[in-house]
């Protein structure tokens, strides 16, 4: 399955706060595992819904992730060969 891009998921030109931002980013990923887990039958709460630091953290990482992969993909692909 090909990988899907960040910016193809959430469409970031609709935000003008990047807080807010990485506060959709991180429920989108807390849903994404949230889903996961009702398919191989986990437990879900509602709690685990509920955003925290270390959820918008994260969100924020993959965002710089995907910038960094977007703007130095040759770079990236020279190191790795």
């Not at 955003?51 to 770079?75: C, P, R, T, Y």
Request: charged fraction near 20%.
């Amino acid at each position: 399955m090909p990988e899907t891009k960040n910016d193809q998921t959430i469409y970031i030109n609709q935000f003008h706060d990047l807080t807010k931002l990485f506060c959709i980013t991180a429920l989108v990923l807390k849903a994404v595992k949230s889903f996961k887990s009702q398919v191989t039958n986990e437990s879900t709460k509602k709690e685990q819904m509920r955003l925290n630091a270390a959820d918008i953290k994260a969100a924020g990482h993959l965002w710089i992730q995907s910038v960094q992969q977007s703007a130095f993909s040759k770079e990236i692909e020279f190191l790795l060969s």
